[in-house]
């Protein structure tokens, strides 16, 4: 068998493989087009009540001036945190239009760029967690507490709300930072594939 | 981009996509899933499509890079992979479709055996690319794609028992 015979019975043997249910397709992908409007939207609606929550806070008369400090500390964090999470989705909105090569090559730059992101987010929420701490510090030493039955419940309260949520935090941008590694040399690999 | 334009597209060019994806995943749940990405991938790139490059070539390049990006973290080889509930084959009886789909299974998995660089060339040389094709959809020179599909051949003869 000579090699353009070979291409064209393995090219006969390719082709009669069966083809795929287009309706179904359609379906999925419609909903999957819904599922990605609607994170976004959502994302985008719970930082807006985050920042209308800081805000008020800030604008209330009643709060200290240290705490309307804080909020507006959290309300700038949290606001850094989305215009940096919609500039690190940019890319993924647009479809790929280049050869395989580029397009591995921007995955191995978004996936650098997630792991500064993650680092973000933990120094973001590490900086959270100091900014809360001094700010609440009068409140956080043993004379005042020791003496307040209703500022030790609500320590304790913060402390069992938060501190999941914290230690869950770290864990998550660890374990995320890790798992990219691990795609940054799986992707490296397969530009390699392609060089050769 | 209209929904009904779309839907042509896709019905255009069903045969393809399927192929495309078949040759990067090998689980049919996963592969259900790679083909709605590449689907999404369309939808998303065509309205970017002016005519320079023939329809097929551009569908076919969006639907390897989408490929490409699956296999990372994704890629499985699994020697038997079940075909998917949503794959349509009404032409053969039941013999001659078992016949040719031991044929296919073969050929499908020998070709995921290949490295990337090699299994994009082979796919749309089945396809039935011209080698110009081929080099403008994989933005590679036309020497390269000789030498690829050069060694893919021993490859794929070698895994499927042939003599190259």
Redesign the interface.
């Known amino acids: 068998?000579n090699?353009q015979g070979?291409?064209i019975r393995?090219?006969e043997?390719?082709?009669?493989?069966?083809?795929?249910?287009?309706d179904?397709?359609?379906r999925?992908?419609s909903r999957?087009?819904w599922r990605m409007r609607l994170t976004v939207t959502l994302e985008l609606l719970l930082n807006a009540v985050a920042v209308w929550q800081t805000w008020r806070l800030i604008a209330h008369p009643g709060v200290e001036l240290r705490w309307k400090l804080w909020a507006a500390c959290a309300m700038l964090l949290v606001l850094t945190m989305q215009i940096l999470f919609l500039q690190a989705r940019r890319g993924t909105?647009?479809?790929?239009?280049?050869?395989?090569?580029?397009?591995?090559q921007l995955?191995a730059r978004r996936t650098i760029a997630g792991i500064r992101m993650a680092r973000v987010n933990a120094g973001g929420l590490a900086l959270l967690i100091v900014v809360t701490l001094l700010v609440a510090a009068p409140e956080l030493t043993p004379e005042h507490w020791q003496h307040d039955a209703r500022l030790r419940s609500l320590i304790l309260l913060q402390c069992a709300l938060n501190l999941p949520i914290v230690v869950l935090g770290f864990v998550g941008c660890a374990w995320y930072i890790r798992r990219q590694r691990?795609?940054l040399r799986?992707?490296q690999a397969?530009l390699r594939?392609?060089?050769? | 981009m209209r929904q009904g334009e779309f839907d042509a597209l896709l019905r255009a060019h069903a045969g393809l996509l399927s192929r495309i994806a078949a040759s990067y995943e090998a689980d049919a749940a996963l592969r259900d899933d790679l083909l709605q990405d590449i689907a999404l991938a369309l939808w998303q790139a065509l309205p970017r499509w002016r005519g320079e490059a023939p329809l097929k070539a551009f569908v076919a390049r969006i639907a390897h890079n989408r490929g490409a990006t699956h296999v990372i973290g994704q890629m499985r080889r699994s020697p038997v992979g079940a075909l998917s509930e949503h794959l349509v084959d009404l032409k053969h009886g039941p013999v001659e479709y078992a016949q040719l789909e031991q044929r296919r299974r073969c050929l499908q998995d020998a070709v995921r055996q290949l490295p990337l660089g090699l299994r994009q060339a082979v796919t749309l040389a089945l396809e039935g690319f011209s080698h110009a094709e081929i080099a403008e959809t994989l933005g590679i020179r036309m020497n390269s794609v000789a030498v690829r599909l050069n060694r893919a051949k021993g490859a794929l003869a070698a895994v499927l028992g042939e003599g190259a």
């Open positions: 068998m090699v070979d291409w393995w090219g043997a390719w082709q009669q493989q069966p083809s795929v249910d287009i179904w397709l359609r999925r992908v999957k087009l909105w647009r479809a790929s239009g280049n050869d395989p090569g580029d397009l591995l995955t691990g795609r799986d992707v397969l594939e392609c060089e050769d």
